[in-house]
């Protein structure tokens, strides 16, 4: 099927430029955070706050990156750690006010930009693109 294959690689080209961009992005957003810091607190702060451990699991990422992340971001005072209130040896993650702060800003320029991307859209176009992405990203 050449045509599915093509339509593959279109697929493959377009999402890692797309993950280009968004790395860029990131660095534009503060000039000390990479994709993977932004991604992490954006987590964090999405789920009211959660353990390192979690943040691995859901990245699929080793431990020690996890641990370096998120030092970066302390260091950045975009992040801090409390005692878990279910067990004292663990530690739960949560954003900052300047960390929220930032995620607010980034939310915003980012809806901004999507939704001038998608002005010569119709509205059924953008219903469906959602849906796709949303599929893809279930069956990861």
């Not at 690689?9 to 990479?34: M, N, V």
């Amino acid at each position: 099927m050449p045509g599915r294959q093509s339509s593959i690689d279109t697929i493959q080209r377009e999402l890692t430029a797309f993950a280009r961009r968004a790395r860029h992005k990131a660095s534009q957003l503060h000039p000390d955070l990479s994709l993977v810091t932004y991604s992490i607190l954006d987590l964090i702060t999405e789920r009211g706050g959660c353990r390192a451990a979690d943040v691995a699991a859901h990245f699929m990422l080793d431990k020690s990156t996890v641990s370096r992340q998120v030092t970066a971001l302390e260091r950045l005072g975009l992040l801090r750690r409390e005692a878990d209130p279910d067990d004292q040896r663990g530690q739960i993650l949560r954003a900052t006010e300047a960390g929220l702060s930032l995620l607010r800003d980034a939310n915003e320029q980012r809806r901004t930009a999507f939704t001038t991307r998608f002005t010569d859209w119709s509205d059924e176009d953008v219903a469906r693109f959602a849906a796709y992405l949303a599929r893809y990203g279930e069956e990861g």
